[in-house]
């Protein structure tokens, strides 16, 4: 059970870091449910972050009622969508405080860069999802609840990771391009461009050409700075022998 709580775990937090796109539902007025494409990205502490318009529908909702959900997906083994992998969070909705928004607001963009050109609109404000509760499911008849307790990574190395970022991010930019470029083609699957790291946490890395995302996970979680260079070193030399 202790293995298959972990994995669960595991598996959920990469689904919500790596998401590109997922379903937010909302509750409109009168109780009824409403559902919307929306393009998440993970605060470090893995609050799903959101970028919308007071001109949608979703957002006018979350301002009445903050209760919402937001389903990701990843990809089906087979024909069969149910073969894939997906987590469900549900929690409740608030708009980022403006202190922290230049922050999050960075974050977001790492894992949406083509959304610069409307990133400034006026009528776009940042928001943040915490997490109550999750339901992650493996694939076909494969579930498991979790407790936003057992889903949230450890505050303290959240906090650790975030302090080190900013420095080991324009480390590997400034004097190792080549292997920034290295992981995302050999370990990522992606193809040419100037790829550059935008983004760590406690759970991978983000990188980014200008246009495209990309997203690299690591082994197992990191707890400070010196799992920042072990991981990276790790995935450099991975991604050489790849080549």
């Not at 009528?123 to 008849?141: K, M, N, Q, T, Y």
């Not at 450890?154 to 650790?160: H, M, Q, T």
Request: hydrophobic share 45%.
């Amino acid at each position: 059970m202790e293995e298959a709580l972990a994995s669960a775990v595991r598996e959920a937090r990469r689904l919500l870091r790596g998401a590109a796109s997922g379903v937010l539902a909302t509750t409109a007025e009168g109780g009824q449910p409403f559902a919307a494409l929306v393009t998440p990205a993970a605060a470090p502490d893995l609050s799903p972050l959101l970028w919308l318009s007071s001109l949608s529908e979703h957002s006018r909702h979350l301002t009445a009622d903050p209760r919402c959900a937001l389903l990701v997906t990843g990809l089906p083994a087979g024909p069969n969508p149910q073969t894939a992998p997906r987590v469900s969070v549900t929690g409740l909705a608030e708009r980022v405080p403006e202190a922290e928004v230049p922050a999050l607001k960075a974050r977001w963009l790492a894992r949406h860069p083509y959304a610069a050109l409307y990133a400034d609109f006026a009528d776009f404000s940042l928001w943040r999802i915490r997490i109550g509760a999750a339901l992650f499911v493996g694939g076909f008849a494969t579930a498991q609840r979790l407790r936003a307790g057992q889903l949230l990574p450890d505050p303290e190395a959240v906090a650790a990771v975030a302090g080190a970022e900013a420095g080991a991010i324009a480390h590997m930019n400034a004097d190792h391009a080549d292997a920034c470029a290295n992981i995302a083609r050999a370990l990522c699957g992606e193809g040419e461009g100037e790829w550059r790291l935008t983004a760590i946490d406690v759970d991978g890395c983000d990188l980014s050409d200008g246009n495209r995302a990309s997203r690299f996970c690591f082994s197992e979680p990191i707890l400070d700075a010196g799992g920042i260079h072990r991981a990276l070193v790790r995935a450099a030399r991975e991604a050489r022998g790849v080549s």
